[in-house]
Structures are given as structure tokens and as C-alpha cells.
């Protein structure tokens, strides 16, 4: 008996994300941020003034009660003018769903994580969630339209699927902006069965090695790029904190750190797909990832980016019908799975016989 099934093979639609690059001009990157500095604002002050609220009076604020309030910001700040409406509702929905995940995990005993002040580098996003019922998609998939911004440059590699429902702009730690659209109702492409089933274990030494014994090397993306990490690291260190010279210094180290990241991801995507295209049902090991990445092989599981593969294991199974299979590992190197016979072997022996 399998200890936990995640059955993907439900044809029923999904929700999906879509993330394209954005190439805005040098006037519309300087207005996207002076709208991250003014939500970032908001988003701030609303958070102060429902903490001070509860502590003083026990009064608990919602969002609508923020929402209403924020023509008399307007009329008090009246740089807010120039950020549109919805943006800035769309920083109130951000606190209120980051309240809502702390109530959350208030009631099932997990650590509850009070709603934190965002500093300058973590609010990095703009998020535009009632779209009027338009497409912002225009000039057939070569733009898209922000309010009081225009008509931003992108580029469409793939075309959206299902009901468009909200769009985020994102700057990443490199300065590069992406937008993605969320989207409901995407159908489904199932593939046909090839009624094959497979074991999948993760590893450091090989990536993946399945039970039709196909190997697939462990890249280390981030080890093969460590000179260019450890190079970018010591420029950031000797340049002056709060200087223009340090902030261009991060951003070449962010970049670095991003086409590692990159590597890993289509790596990941790329065997997803594979084992998907051939196998009905792929079973994997249920890893306590977050546990082994805090151990003395930390910088290795990190490298690795076995949580990666797994999330895009089950995009792509979804996606295509197929079931991912999740097993508790716990002796499942010792126990021969032909007979059942117990042989104890030590981490370095690779082969079981």
C-alpha cells in the first residue's frame, strides 16, 4: 500500500501561470518604480495602522474599510494620484491575503509568521487583479496594455490558455521586469497511455536514476559557475554600502545567481517532460527537502534542486494526465524490491544485489 498518492490524472481544467520579459522604455521603468516605492508605502502604513488597531483598541481592520479610505490618501498625498486605483487596491489584497495566510496557520498549529514591514528590495512586485473584463494582451500578443503606462513591449513566446483573471509586473534583483498572467479554466492535453510505470530516486551523485536503469548526472549548475558567484561577491564587498557603485555590484552578482537558477529550471523542465511523455505513473521518493538542506550536505541538496523537479514533475503530469506517486523512502535502498529481503547496505555502496 502506497502511503500517499497524488492523483494527477484529472482532466478537469486548471489554473496556470504565464511569465513573460518585458522591454519597457527608460520613461515607463522609471514610472514602474516610483509605483513600487509608493505601494511598498501603502502597503506598509496599512499594515501599521491594522497592527495598532488590534494592540490598542482590540479593533480589527479589513481591507474594504483600507479600500475606502484610500481616496482620502489620495487627497493627502497627492503623489498617490499618478499610481492607478487598482494598484493600489492591488496592495491592500497583497496584506489582506498575507493576514489571511497567518490566521491560517494560527489555526493549524504551524509557526504563524506575523505579517512583516517590507524594506527597500523586498517589494519588488505590482499586482493588477480586476482587469475590467479586457485583455491587456494587444498589437497581437507584441504588447501589453498597463493603466496610465500604455502599451508595454513583451515578448509572447507562448500564448496564453483559459480565462485571463490578473497580471503581476515583476522587477527581478537584476532590474529585468516580467509580467505574468494568471489564468483559470486551461484545458488539459492529455497524452496517450503507454501503460509503463516507473521509479524515480533523487540523488547527489546522479540526478535522477529510474528503475528501467536510465541515469541522469548531477549538472551543479551553481559549482560550475562558483568562480563567477565568488568574483561577484567580492565586488559587492568592497564597494561602499549605499552607493550607486554597489547597487550596479549587486545587480551583476543577482544576474549571476539568475542563469544558475535558469539552468536549473530547464534542466528540471526538460527531464519533467521526458519521463511524463513515457511513463503513466512515476513514482518518487517523499523527501523531507527542507531538513537535508539544513545538514552538512546543504550546499550540494541546495545545488541539486530536487524541490524544482518535483514541482515541475507534477506541473507537467497534470497537465498531461498522468499520476505522480509519492513514497515514504524509509528502507527502500535496503529492502530488495523483488523478494522483499532485507539487505543492509552502507551509504557508499551504490548497487544492490
Known amino acids: 500500500a502506497l502511503p500517499f498518492v497524488s492523483d494527477t490524472s484529472s482532466l478537469h481544467p486548471v489554473v496556470r501561470s504565464y511569465r513573460y520579459r518585458l522591454s519597457p522604455t527608460n520613461a515607463q521603468v522609471r514610472c514602474l518604480e516610483s509605483w513600487l516605492a509608493l505601494t511598498r508605502e501603502l502597503y506598509n502604513a496599512a499594515l501599521q495602522e491594522r497592527r495598532d488597531a488590534w494592540r490598542k483598541q482590540q479593533i480589527r481592520i479589513s481591507a474594504y474599510d483600507q479600500m475606502s479610505a484610500l481616496p482620502d490618501v489620495r487627497g493627502v498625498r497627492p503623489e498617490f494620484g499618478a499610481v492607478p486605483n487598482v494598484v493600489q487596491r492591488g496592495a491592500i489584497r497583497r496584506l489582506d491575503r498575507a493576514f489571511a495566510g497567518f490566521f491560517q496557520r494560527c489555526k493549524t498549529g504551524k509557526k504563524p509568521g506575523y505579517p512583516r514591514f517590507r524594506g527597500r528590495g523586498r517589494f519588488e512586485s505590482i499586482l493588477i487583479d480586476d482587469l475590467g473584463g479586457e485583455n491587456p494582451v494587444v498589437a497581437g500578443g507584441k504588447r501589453v496594455k498597463v493603466p496610465m503606462l500604455g502599451k508595454v513591449k513583451f515578448r509572447q513566446h507562448r500564448p496564453l490558455e483559459g480565462t485571463l483573471k490578473a497580471m503581476r509586473l515583476t522587477r527581478d534583483a537584476g532590474g529585468r521586469w516580467f509580467v505574468t498572467f494568471a489564468c483559470v479554466d486551461v484545458p488539459t492535453k492529455p497524452l496517450p497511455s503507454t501503460g509503463k510505470v516507473v521509479g524515480v ?108 523537479f518535483l514541482y515541475w514533475l507534477r506541473v507537467k503530469a497534470e497537465s498531461a494526465g498522468r499520476v505522480v506517486v509519492e513514497v515514504d523512502p524509509r528502507g527502500t535502498s535496503q529492502v530488495c524490491s523483488a523478494c522483499g529481503v532485507v539487505v543492509a547496505k552502507t551509504l557508499s555502496e551504490r548497487v544492490h544485489r
Open 201 to 308: 530516486d533523487l540523488g547527489l551523485t546522479s540526478f535522477i536514476a529510474t528503475s528501467d536503469a536510465d541515469i541522469v548526472p548531477n549538472a551543479r549548475p551553481r559549482a560550475a559557475a562558483r568562480l563567477t558567484i565568488e568574483r561577484a561577491q567580492r565586488r559587492v564587498s568592497r564597494r561602499r554600502r549605499g552607493s550607486e557603485r554597489r547597487r550596479a555590484a549587486v545587480r551583476l552578482l543577482a544576474r549571476a545567481h539568475a542563469h544558475v537558477a535558469n539552468i536549473r529550471r530547464e534542466r528540471s523542465i526538460t527531464l519533467a517532460r521526458g519521463l511524463v511523455a513515457a511513463y503513466d505513473t512515476i513514482c518518487v521518493e517523499k523527501l523531507n527537502i527542507k531538513g537535508l538542506a539544513g545538514g552538512m550536505l546543504a550546499k550540494s541538496v541546495n545545488d541539486a534542486g530536487w524541490g524544482d
